[in-house]
């Protein structure tokens, strides 16, 4: 069990379909952490009474909390959102999203700027650090129900890439490559 996550082969294929390379290139959960992408495996089925949850929100402060059913039916401007998820974006703060039905890809930027695509199924609670190139879409199944959370008030605004000079850019890359090298390199 656990989360799948692949190295993506970049064409003009479907965004939709899984775009593995040939081989496939499974990536590690302990490499998305290194991301500083973290991941938890919850029963979607009791998500209200769910202790695991609750403590999870509690230690991180995740207060605030909504449901997003990403369907044309219950979602205005459905077309142009997920036009939107897919642009390579950063946020200012953590991206929080628990799975409750259906499934999607998460693809983020790894170190080296490749893209890795995370397929997030019922269950599965990921959250993205402040600052990490990431985007999203359905996949085949052409649906999901997300959970969103939040510390306070949410501010879902996206920053769309190039953001070298955003704050939350900055401290992320820092946090990747130590803040050492940022120095040096600033000192020539
Ligand atoms: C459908 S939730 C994921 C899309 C996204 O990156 C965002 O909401 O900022
Ligand atoms: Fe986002």
Redesign the pocket.
Known sequence: MGLEAWFMEENDEDKRLPHHRNPKEFVPLSNLAELGVLYWHLNPKDYENDEELRQIRESRGYNYMDL?D?CPERVENYEE?LR??YRE?I?ADE?I?YCLEGS?Y?DVRDKDDRWVRIWIKEGDMII?PAGIY???TLDTGNY?K?M?LFIGEPV?T?YNRPQEDHPSRKEYTSSLFGKKAGVALEAH
């Open positions: 997003l990403l959102k939107n998820f974006h946020h991206e999203r999607g998460f993205l990431h985007r999203f999901v997300l969103r879902w996206a």
